[in-house]
Nanobody
């Protein structure tokens, strides 16, 4: 099994910044894409950003130019630096990872429990 643990959420004023972290542990042979999703109250979960194991990144339009995703492959950790936050960024943020756990060519997707980000004055 693989466990993903997010940290770094909290309450921040509009225009502020937060840095989320997500550490993967457990039966890990290789991690492929790692990503961040968010779900606001009454809305569906949506992709925020994704990063490949080689470092290629992709961002949802609402966060382009404000959020930066990065990862530390040695530590099996993905980060999300969030700047210029607005109330519309308020949501529970989830990380996920595509993980190969052993020599078999089988990749599973795992999710963290989520961390609350609230942007409010």
């Amino acid at each position: 099994q693989v466990r993903l643990v997010e940290s770094g959420g909290g309450l921040v004023q509009p225009g502020g910044s937060l840095r989320l972290s997500c550490a993967a542990s457990g039966s890990i042979f290789r991690i492929f894409d790692m990503g961040w999703y968010r779900q606001a109250p009454g809305k569906q979960r949506e992709l925020v950003s994704v990063i490949s194991s080689e470092g290629s990144t992709n961002y949802a339009d609402p966060v382009k130019g404000r959020f930066t995703i990065s990862r530390d492959n040695a530590q099996n950790t993905v980060f999300l630096q969030m700047n210029s936050l607005t109330p519309e960024d308020t949501a529970v943020y989830y990380c996920n990872a595509e993980v190969r756990s052993d020599w078999r060519p089988l990749v599973n997707t795992y999710w963290g429990q989520g961390t609350q980000v609230t942007v409010s004055s």
